[in-house]
Structure formats: structure tokens, C-alpha cells
């Protein structure tokens, strides 16, 4: 594993111009920990408050009672810190660069266009009867009107719930229902990859399903013109009801303990989470995390390639940057479309200076080879992201030497659509760099690692990743269900957030996250994570992407079942299998040695793109008939493919 010993020490021209060095990491982060009260009153500050918070942190993490609030008795408004707060001082500036999925399309906002445009949003969501305390469910392309959408919500007090545009009317429907939401705004067609998605059509599938009778209204942005059916008295064209709207709509005050959004986790675990978010400690930490971890200076252009459907997109294509007065790159398409070096393309196109993507996007590009970044120079990028999976070492190389032309850092950010914002991640001018690892906790977040009895581990070990204390980005509860909440988060390790991940802590305190928890293998009484051995099998040439999991082994109790995907230039070989195996040995050990191996076209993702592990153990354990819930799943025919070509072992 000799990847893993790379270290990349932080540059020192990079650290020079940095928010943050390593003295002052050192200082603040211990500081965030000494004095929680005095660090976050003072970081308080970087909002505009109607009322500033007097009370700063109340927070219990109690197997009986979970009670978090932060800055309880200020009031403010998120579309405020977003847009209003800008105008002196950079109303003509851009807000958003809008790339479509065509490469002809692209348009820009400034921040006095948006204001207005969300002002007259917010007026209209206001004449559709929508108050505050009601959610609004929003199923949208990429375009601005989704990030308009959101700020105006945010702007009467009404609370958002996005749903990816990717998702079924079935998916759709049990999320408006949980939500209960009045009104749904939708588009005729999202674009995607030069094909159309009949978002409307969808919507109306959705809204015949049983209990989806709330929303009353269903608001539509004409994004194709394509054809639609339309029902008269609750659908509304956008443009007839928002463009003669006044541009004046004051900002409802919000208590910072008032909700600002409900979202639903990816899936990859079970049925999705409708997760509650409030407005002072979220905006706050997603502002601050984007500042620091990606050292965002005035005036950068900055492409976070998630969807608005994702908390990614809400904390850092939205809230976050918005929220810090800078310039936001949003792409309605996709990576592979209409050439796989697209991305490279959008970056020389608008100089994108910093890149934030996900390990899936990576391996990706990746499985075409060196040459598919020829078509652009990408020389404009001074920092690279990664989220959503853990990314092996091979593919963080890849990422560094090739699209980053070894000029810039990667900070690879872990966290949950639960902890609202970046939680573990190097800070580029203060942390060197080990690829592979998220390296160290962002102010005020106290990692810590558990045994199975929960017992907390010092210095240099592996186990279960909890959070010891609150932080202020913190889901407060599941949308209507706060005993679900307490469930899955605080019932397995008394006093502390269980996150759910596995992680191993390195003599120098960094954090390597070894996958879910349920995924840890345990072979022959060995415990071992899913990320170490997919990262060794990617680092081999033959390998485009591979996922691990467990099966009832007599002998061993778990044996190790290996699906595969080759790259472009690799065919299925007996010979290969038993060369990967060979590899796994050498580079593990003989306890990693796969039982089998299948070779998978295509591995079951997440909308996301995250690899559903779940289901690819149910097909190792031969139990096709009960997957559990695939309803996020982005392609169910992967999973007949690997149910039919499954290894009976
Ligand atoms: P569900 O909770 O419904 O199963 P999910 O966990 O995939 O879905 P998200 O909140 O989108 O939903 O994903 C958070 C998870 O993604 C983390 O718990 C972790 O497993 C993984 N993850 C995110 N970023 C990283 C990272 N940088 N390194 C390793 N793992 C990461
Ligand atoms: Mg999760």
C-alpha cells in the first residue's frame, strides 16, 4: 500500500495567499474546542442578523432526548445573506454562470438580477397562498430558476425539500407526501446529455399516486417547450405569474431554530431520510466551510459539478457561495456529454479556478485514459474537490497528475447530508495532503472513533466514526419522525452522533474513511473496510472501478466477492481474474484474497453516483428476491445484468 505513504506537503506560495495556515488552524481549531460559546459568537458575525444571538449553543446528545440548538434567540433571514447583503457592494458582480448542457447555451446572473428574480418568485410563491412553515417541493433542472427557487422560499419562510430530477414519480411521490407540500414547482423538460426528461409529465405521474392531494399547485418553468399536458386550476406557467411580479418582497424574519430545508439522503443504505436543517447554523457552517476549505478568494470562479437535488448542491452550489458573495458555476449536463472531455471543456471555457466533484466522476474519466482531458489545458484551476465516496488513492493521483496538471491541491471533504457541511477535510493552505485520507477536522467538529461497545480509541486505530459534540450545521431531526432520528444517529453510542462510517485514524491523527460500517468485512475474525480493497484493485491497470462485499462463508465466516469493471482497453480473462487476485494478495494480504470474482459491465449506483453496496451483497448472497429499497437506484438493469451473470458459490 505504498500509495498510501505519499505525502504532499502543503505548498508554501499556496499557504502564503491562504485563509489559513497551519499556526492558525492549530490556533482556531482548539480554540472551537476550548471555548465552543466565544468561537461561534464570534464567527456569528460573518451573517447579518436582524437580531444577533445573545444565546449561542444549547445542544444535547442524549440517547432519550436529542435537543440541538444554535443562536436560539437571533433572528435573520438566509435569502438576506444570499443576495440583499451583496448589492452595495457587488450588485453587478456574477452570481451564476450558467453552463447548459449544450455547449452552445450559457448565460450569467448577476447578483441584482438575482435578487430580483427571487424577489418576484417569492411574491408569487406568496400569491399562490404559500406561507411560512410551508414546504414547497422542488423537482427542477439545473438552471438558476432551482437556486431562485430555493432562496425565495427561503425568503417568505416557506421550507424547501428538492427532489433530484432524476428521480421516478413514484420516488417524487412519496417525497411530496412526506413533505406535504402545497405546491410542487417543476419544468416542462430537464436536458440532460442532449436527451429531454419529462419533469412535468412526472410530476403529473406523481401527483395521481395516493395521498399526494396537498399540493394544491404546480408551478412550471418553460425549459424546452416541450409538449405537456396541462391541468387547468392547479398548473401555472412560470412566466406568467412570476415576470410581472414586483421585484420588491421584504425578507421574513426567521428565528435561526427555524427550519430552512428538508432533504432526503442518497439511499445507499436503506429508504431515505428526510432530514431537517435550520437556518442560522447551517448557513453559517456551509458559508464558512466554503470559504476555508477551498480557500475561496473574492472574485474566483468556482464549479461545484453536484446537483441541487444533493446537499452538496444546496451547501455549495447555493447557500454557501452565495452566502460569501462569490461567483457559482451550475451545469445542467453531464461529464460524458457531447464529448467525455466535457469537463475540462467548461473549465477552459469560463477559467474556472476551483473544481469540486465526486470519485465516481473521477474513475470515470479515468477508465478513458490519460488523453480524455486533451480537448482543454484546464490551466485556469488552482484547487481541487472531492465528495460522496471515499476516493482511492489511484484515482486522487489521477485526479492531482492529470486534470489538475500537478499544479494544484485536492481536498478531499467528507460528510453527510446530516452534518449539513463539510466536517472532515484538509484545509489546502494548512494540512499536508496524504491521497486517500479526508486529514483532519473542520472548527468545532470533535471526531472520535469507537469499538463495537463503544469504547473511545486513542491515537492510532480503527472503528466506528461518531461525533463526541454538536456542531452548528447539524441536522436537528427527520421531518416528522425525530424517533427515527434518535434511532439511527444516537441509539448505538450513548452520547454521541453515530455517523455510520468506519474509519481508521494514522499515527498523525488523519482520518481515512474505510466505508460504511454494515460493509466492513469480517473475514476469519479479520475486520476489514471495503475502501482498502477497491483501492487496490483500481490501482491495477485493468481496472476501471470495483466494490466489495461480504458473503455467508462456511469456513470463514464472510468471504470476499469482488465485482469488477474494466476500462476501456481491458477484456474479461480467466487469466486477469487471477492476476487481480494475485494483486490483492501481494498488496493486502492473504486474508483479502477474493473468494470470487464478477465482472460487472456496470456497477448499481445511487442518482447520486454512489455504489450501492447493499444490493451487490444481496446478489453475492444469492438473495434475489428482496433487495429492499431501489427506488434511488439510477439504473435497475444493471442489477438484472448482475443477478443473471451472479457466481453461486
Ligand atoms: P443513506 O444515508 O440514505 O444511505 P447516503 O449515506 O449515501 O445515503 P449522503 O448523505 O449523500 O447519503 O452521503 C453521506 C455518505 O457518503 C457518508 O456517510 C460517507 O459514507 C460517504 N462519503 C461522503 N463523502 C465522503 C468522503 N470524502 N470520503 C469517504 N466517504 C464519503
Ligand atoms: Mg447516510
Given amino acids: ?141 439545473m438552471i438558476p430558476e432551482a437556486a ?57 405521474a406523481a401527483l395521481t399516486r395516493e395521498g399526494t392531494d396537498v399540493a394544491e399547485k404546480v408551478l412550471v418553468v418553460q425549459r424546452t417547450g416541450g409538449e405537456i399536458e396541462w ?84 451547501s455549495y452550489i447555493v447557500y454557501g457561495p452565495l452566502a460569501n458573495g462569490a461567483i457559482s458555476l451550475m451545469f445542467e449536463g453531464v461529464p460524458s456529454y457531447p464529448t467525455n472531455g466535457r469537463m475540462g471543456e467548461v473549465v477552459d471555457k469560463h477559467r474556472v479556478n476551483i473544481l469540486y466533484t465526486a470519485p465516481t466522476a473521477v474513475r470515470a474519466l479515468m477508465a478513458h485514459g490519460d488523453h480524455v482531458m486533451d480537448s482543454s489545458k484546464r490551466d485556469s484551476l488552482r484547487l481541487l474537490g472531492s465528495v460522496g465516496e471515499p476516493i482511492n488513492p489511484e484515482a486522487w493521483e489521477w485526479f492531482y497528475r492529470v486534470i489538475g496538471n500537478k499544479q494544484c491541491p485536492i481536498v478531499d471533504t467528507w460528510w453527510q447530508t446530516e452534518t449539513g457541511g463539510i466536517m472532515i477535510a484538509p484545509l489546502p493552505g494548512a494540512m499536508d495532503l496524504k491521497p486517500g485520507s479526508a486529514t483532519l477536522p473542520f472548527f468545532g467538529v470533535q471526531p472520535a472513533l469507537v469499538d463495537n461497545e463503544g469504547n473511545l480509541l486513542e491515537g492510532a486505530a480503527e472503528g466506528n466514526l461518531v461525533i463526541l459534540d454538536s456542531w452548528p450545521g447539524q441536522a436537528r431531526s427527520i421531518w416528522k419522525n425525530h424517533e427515527r432520528f434518535l434511532q439511527t444517529y444516537f441509539s448505538a453510542y450513548k452520547g454521541m452522533y453515530f455517523t455510520g462510517d468506519g474509519c481508521r485514524r494514522d499515527e498523525d491523527g488523519y482520518y481515512w474513511i474505510t466505508g460504511r460500517v454494515d460493509d466492513v468485512l469480517n473475514v476469519s475474525g479479520h475486520r476489514m473496510g471495503t475502501a482498502e480493497i477497491e483501492s487496490s484493485l483500481v490501482a491495477h491497470e485493468a481496472v476501471a472501478e470495483a466494490a466489495v462485499v461480504g458473503f455467508p462463508h462456511d469456513i470463514k465466516g464472510q468471504g470476499i466477492y469482488i465485482y469488477v469493471t474494466l476500462d476501456d482497453e481491458h477484456e474479461p480473462s480467466d487469466e486477469l481474474k487471477k492476476e487481480l487476485t494475485q494483486w490483492v494478495r501481494k498488496d493486502i494480504g492473504p486474508i483479502a484474497s477474493p473468494d470470487v470474482i464478477q465482472w460487472a459491465p456496470a456497477l448499481p449506483k445511487t442518482r447520486s453516483g454512489k455504489i450501492m453496496r447493499r444490493i451487490l451483497r444481496k446478489i453475492a448472497a444469492n438473495e434475489c428476491d428482496g433487495l429492499g429499497d431501489t427506488s434511488t437506484l439510477a439504473d435497475p438493469s444493471v442489477v438484472e445484468e448482475l443477478i443473471a451473470h451472479r457466481v453461486i458459490k
Avoid at 471555548?35 to 444571538?53: I, N, S, V, Y
Avoid at 446528545?61 to 438566509?78: K, P, S
Avoid at 450559457?106 to 406561507?131: H, I
Avoid at 429508504?271 to 478568494?297: C, E, N, R, S, W
Wanted: proline letters at 4%.
Fill in 148 to 204: 431562485m427557487a430555493m432562496l425565495a422560499c427561503a425568503r417568505i419562510g416557506a421550507i424547501h425539500s428538492v427532489v433530484f430530477g432524476g428521480f421516478s414519480p413514484d420516488a417524487l411521490a412519496q417525497r411530496v407526501k412526506d413533505a406535504g407540500s402545497k405546491v410542487v414547482i417543476t419544468a416542462d423538460e430537464s436536458v440532460r446529455g442532449g436527451k429531454q426528461v419529462p419533469l412535468k409529465d412526472n410530476v403529473d
Fill in 1 to 141: 500500500m505504498s500509495d498510501q505513504q505519499h505525502v504532499y506537503p502543503v505548498r508554501e506560495d499556496f499557504a502564503a495567499k491562504a485563509w489559513v495556515d497551519k499556526a492558525t488552524y492549530q490556533a482556531m481549531y482548539q480554540r472551537s474546542l476550548d471555548d465552543p460559546e466565544g468561537f461561534w459568537a464570534e464567527q456569528a458575525k460573518r451573517l447579518d442578523w436582524f437580531k444577533a444571538p445573545t444565546r449561542i449553543k444549547h445542544t444535547v446528545f442524549d440517547t432519550h432526548d436529542v435537543d440541538i440548538r444554535w443562536f436560539e434567540d437571533g433572528t435573520l433571514n438566509a435569502s438576506v445573506n444570499c443576495l440583499d447583503r451583496h448589492l452595495e457592494t457587488r450588485g453587478d458582480q456574477t452570481a451564476i454562470i450558467w453552463e447548459g448542457d449544450d455547449p452552445k447555451d450559457s448565460r450569467t446572473l448577476t447578483y441584482r438580477q438575482l435578487f430580483d428574480r427571487t424577489c418576484q418568485l417569492a411574491n408569487a410563491l406568496k400569491s399562490l397562498g404559500v406561507a411560512k412553515g410551508d414546504t414547497v417541493t422542488l423537482y427542477m433542472p
Fill in 231 to 314: 391541468k387547468d386550476g392547479r398548473d401555472v406557467w412560470y412566466h406568467d405569474l412570476v415576470d410581472p411580479q414586483s421585484t420588491d418582497c421584504p425578507a421574513e424574519p426567521m428565528g435561526a431554530e427555524d427550519p430552512l430545508f428538508i432533504l432526503y439522503t442518497s439511499g445507499s443504505t436503506g429508504a431515505p431520510k428526510g432530514l431537517k436543517h435550520t437556518t442560522g447554523g447551517y448557513l453559517l457552517h456551509a458559508a464558512m466551510t466554503h470559504q476555508y476549505v477551498f480557500d475561496y478568494q473574492d472574485g474566483e470562479i468556482y464549479w461545484c459539478t453536484a446537483d441541487v437535488g444533493w446537499v452538496t448542491g444546496h
